[in-house]
């Protein structure tokens, strides 16, 4: 335990009710302490997800039993271990997923949802991973069993969960295809890895997914806008085809084809990642460590950081994160990066 942690408190970034950039206020917590099979993080950076935004806006309830705070994920080093865990020592460089409480100087988390930074990563990039390395390789790989030669339709190829997708499948050795919403996006997600991308501001997506993939249709869909694409990505899909749906921005209520599904014999699935149990969340962590960090070391996966701003510029960040040229993960720094 550093001297640091005898002080009783930590500097966290917190909600003061529902809204805008206004809520986002500043700080005071007791330090937590590590439960039996708990470690506890000193914080150097939180990555911003969208969840953290719609958090604010009272429109993401905060799972029952998790920290009211915002932070889906942290980089940082080991502080502490509670009772059972030994595989962690104290300093250790790590990165993690979390249920919220990012946004804070020191979090304490299941051990089994810390991993380590990857080779070549610095402890501040590494806070921008776990969330969209566990989201595509659970949903595109252990939900949708994706596999070498499959046609993959990811939507928003250059967004956060789009850009990390893109690579993974491509390292995969999957045939990616993106959507975009502008000639530079388009060029961005063809670098990223996209086979062929389509501008959705433009083209009809269905009919160009079935003409690039000479009528096959796309065997599955990583879809973040919901209600917006349903009934397309359905006539996209193709036969045996699975569509995952992982966002809303879209809407929440859309007309599903039943017999299109049926006809296609087709899968449609949703699935969100916090509120999952710790157990299934230290599996996907598991396989996130041995299957994709080393493609990130490789550098076939690259974490691309868009900007960092300090604890208490908590707002502007977030208004960073909802611009539309960002490119990359914005983070928040509690501590001096590496």
């Known amino acids: 335990m550093s001297e640091e942690r005898l002080h009783p408190s930590m500097h966290v ?14 700080a005071q917590r007791p330090i937590p302490s590590p439960g039996p099979g708990e470690v506890l ?13 719609l958090q604010r806006a009272g ?17 940082g080093t080991i502080e502490e271990a509670g009772a059972g865990v030994g595989t962690w020592d104290f300093g250790t460089p790590v990165c993690a997923l979390l249920t919220g409480g990012g946004y804070a100087e020191y979090v304490a988390v299941p051990a089994g949802q810390v991993v380590p930074v990857p080779d070549g990563v610095s402890l501040t990039d590494a806070a921008g991973l776990p969330e969209v390395a566990a989201t595509c390789w659970s949903n595109l790989v252990m939900e949708a069993g994706v596999k070498a030669g499959d046609w993959v339709l990811v939507h928003g190829g250059t967004g956060g969960i ?6 993974l499948l491509k390292a995969l050795g999957v045939r990616p295809l993106a959507t975009a919403g502008s000639a530079e996006k388009v060029a961005r997600s063809l670098e990223l890895g996209a086979e062929a ?3 959705h501001r433009e083209e009809d997506f269905v009919e160009r997914v079935k003409e690039i993939t000479g009528g096959h249709g796309a065997d599955v869909i990583l879809d973040v806008m919901g209600a917006k694409y349903l009934e397309r990505n359905v006539k996209a899909l193709a036969r045996g085809g699975r569509l995952v749906v992982i966002g809303l921005q879209g809407g929440t209520s859309g007309t599903l084809p039943l017999s299109a599904v049926m006809g296609k014999n087709a899968v449609v699935t ?8 710790v157990q299934e969340k230290t599996e996907i962590m598991r396989q996130v460590a041995e299957h994709v960090w080393p493609l990130v070391s490789t550098g076939d996966i690259r974490a691309t950081t868009d900007s960092t701003f300090p604890l208490e510029q908590a707002a502007r960040a977030q208004d960073r994160f909802e611009e539309p040229n960002r490119t990359g993960k914005v983070l928040l720094m509690a501590g001096d990066g590496q």
Do not use: C, H, W
Not at 59 to 75: M, Q
């Open 13 to 26: 970034v917190t909600y003061a009710g529902s809204g805008g950039r206004e809520v986002v206020t500043m």
């Open 41 to 53: 993080i000193k914080v150097t950076a939180a990555g911003i997800n969208r969840a953290d935004v």
């Open 59 to 75: 429109n993401y309830p905060v799972p029952a039993g998790a920290s009211d705070l915002p932070g889906l994920e942290v980089s």
């Open 162 to 167: 789009g850009s990390f997708a893109l690579q």
């Open 197 to 199: 991308a389509i501008n």
């Open 270 to 277: 949703g699935t969100l990642l916090r509120p999952r149990p």
